[in-house]
């Protein structure tokens, strides 16, 4: 009975080194993969749309530039002094 035990047991180890192996493979393929798209991916987007990318570039130096431009005019102003409105 033992040598049927250690046989089983020899199988099962068999069985989870190869998949192991499959595992590792299946895994290193998928980084490979989105190595693979981080890398060559911003690139082709920029590529296909360089419109869409200048586009989004401009929307966002203008947005940062209208928060600092808030900010900066907020902390110009001492508390409890209004600032002038001009109409």
């Not at 250690?6 to 192991?20: H, P, Q, W």
């Not at 590792?24 to 590529?47: C, H, I, M, N, W």
Request: charged share 30%; aromatic share 6%; no cysteine.
């Amino acid at each position: 009975m033992d040598a049927k035990i250690i046989a089983a047991v020899e199988l099962l180890n068999a069985a989870a080194k190869e998949k192991r192996e499959d595992m590792q493979d299946f895994v290193s393929e998928k980084y490979s993969r989105l190595k693979k798209a981080l890398v060559t991916g911003p690139t082709d987007f920029v590529k296909e749309n360089p419109w869409w990318v200048a586009g989004g570039l401009a929307l966002a130096i203008l947005t940062a530039a209208g928060i600092l431009y808030a900010v900066s005019r907020r902390n110009s102003h001492q508390e409890g002094e209004v600032p002038d409105e001009k109409v």
